[in-house]
């Protein structure tokens, strides 16, 4: 009789190991290899080699259109990360720390297709369905036709699913979801990635939209292995700050679509509600008129979002200055204080300085750079930027300012927002419809500029 055989698999980056070590040698990663038993799926594969297709070659002239139909929830925001709905036979991952909304999300969705003729099941792992329904009764949506099952066994998963004909399948999560074929626990990388990729299977096979919801770990990566996202079509990250009522969803990778998109929604007492002007959504709350503020123009995806970036500047009071920043790298305004002390003139050396992007966003772009230093300026002068004027341009070691890619969008939307003139580099080539352009060399004029 054949041994079990084991391998030890890495709970990061998913790569097989034939033996223990403290050290991935695919990732580099430390203390995450475990020993995983493969099972019968393995073992039946080298007896009987790979079996022959259930379905033919086809020419892709034959192939048909139907998978250019999709399913629209309805829920805006969640339709547009995706690309205008749900593709059928797709497989689609949302990941998120827990408490964050994804199962509220996912009830929703179903909610929403079963009242449009679409069959749904929605399975949990995690939630009975009496828990479910208790949620289900908060929601603004009615939920009440939504098939749910209370199961964790991949088996009956699928088998319940192609019994119901279901056209979209949530399970909620892949982390406890298990198969018999392999030995280990559930949400074990081996566990986790076959059941996923069974899933896979089934989807394209039978047709159904399967949505998967994946916890995520500390390291932001979905919780076991990476491989779960090349294995899926498309991958939705879940996010927010646990304090604000905002949250992203955020697509990382679309086969039917485009990645970095994102949709805005807020969590109220009824569930997630999509945000209807999201390209303003992190301005709620600004303070005009208070010295340190500046807004700028970010591209999400192909969508431009306005964001306000604060920042406050104050006399040291003993020992190495203070440089606190958050949403932003922090070498990154010790670049842009540097060259504002070295290009601009000003003495940054003893001031204490914080720097915060409102609404928990991050920023990425070096595009942000000048409404990071405007709002240093500010600060520093205690003078308010004027309260319709927007900053757009990269900060170059020189102090000189740069032009910045895919401006004429980012333009469209600030004028559409109420704002009435753009401070941006010389260079920019820009002929915004109802906005003055503020043409700056040098960081030198900036600073001019705001303190005239
Ligand atoms: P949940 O969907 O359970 O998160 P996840 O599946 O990502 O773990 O969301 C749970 C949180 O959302 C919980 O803290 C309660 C809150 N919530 C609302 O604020 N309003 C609502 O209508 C619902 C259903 C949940
Ligand atoms: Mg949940």
Same mark, same amino acid.
């Given at each position: 009789m054949a041994r079990a055989r084991s391998v030890f698999r890495c709970t990061e980056c998913g790569a097989e190991q034939p033996k223990w070590a403290g050290r991935c040698d695919a990732c580099g990663a430390w203390n995450t290899l475990l020993e995983e038993a493969v099972g019968r799926p393995g073992a039946r594969a080298a007896r009987t080699g790979p079996l022959p297709s259930a379905r033919p070659p086809v020419r892709l002239a034959d192939v048909g259109g139907a998978a250019a139909a999709r399913w629209r929830t309805g829920l805006a925001e969640f339709d547009f990360v995706l690309g205008g709905g749900i593709v059928p036979g797709s497989i689609v991952l949302v990941g998120g720390e827990p408490g964050i909304g994804k199962s509220t999300l996912l009830l929703q969705c179903a909610a929403r297709l079963e009242q449009a003729g679409v069959a749904t099941l929605y399975v949990s792992g995690e939630e009975s369905p009496e828990q479910i329904r208790l949620r289900a009764d908060r929601l603004g949506d009615d939920a009440g036709a939504v098939r749910v099952l209370g199961e964790t066994r991949l088996e009956a998963i699928v088998h319940h699913a192609a019994a119901l004909a279901a056209r979209v399948v949530v399970v909620d999560s892949i982390q406890t979801t298990y198969t018999d074929e392999l030995e280990g626990a559930p949400g074990n990388v081996g566990q986790v990635r076959e059941c996923a990729a069974r899933l896979m299977r089934f989807a394209k096979d039978a047709g159904p939209a399967v949505l998967l919801v994946g916890h995520v770990t500390k390291g932001g990566g979905i919780a076991g292995p990476r491989t779960l996202e090349h294995i899926v079509d498309t991958v939705l990250y879940f996010e927010g700050e646990a304090t604000l009522d905002h949250r992203i969803l955020r697509a990382v990778k679309n086969r039917f679509g485009s990645v970095d998109e994102i949709g805005v929604f807020e969590m109220t007492g009824a569930g997630l509600a999509p945000v209807a002007n999201p390209a303003a959504a992190f301005l709620a709350g600004r303070h005009t008129g208070v010295s340190g503020s500046a807004v700028t123009a970010l591209m999400e995806g192909t969508r431009p979002m306005l964001v306000e970036i604060q920042a406050l500047a104050s006399k040291a009071g003993f020992g190495t200055p203070q440089r606190v920043a958050t949403g932003l790298d922090h070498r990154r305004l010790a670049v842009l204080l540097a060259v504002l002390e070295r290009? *601009? *003139?000003?003495?940054? *050396?003893d001031l204490d300085v914080f720097v915060n992007v409102t609404g928990g966003v991050r920023l990425l772009e070096p595009s942000t750079d000048l409404a990071v230093t405007a709002a240093l300026v500010s600060s520093i002068h205690d003078r308010p930027t004027p309260p319709d004027a927007l900053f757009l341009g990269e900060v170059g070691l020189g102090g000189e300012i740069r032009p910045v890619a895919g401006v004429e969008r980012r333009l469209v939307e600030a004028a559409r927002q109420g704002f009435r003139r753009v401070f941006c580099s010389a260079r920019s080539r820009v002929t915004p419809a109802g906005l003055d352009v503020v043409g700056l060399e040098g960081i030198g004029e900036l600073a001019r500029r705001l303190a005239a």
């Open positions: 290009r *601009g *003139g000003l003495p940054v *050396g």
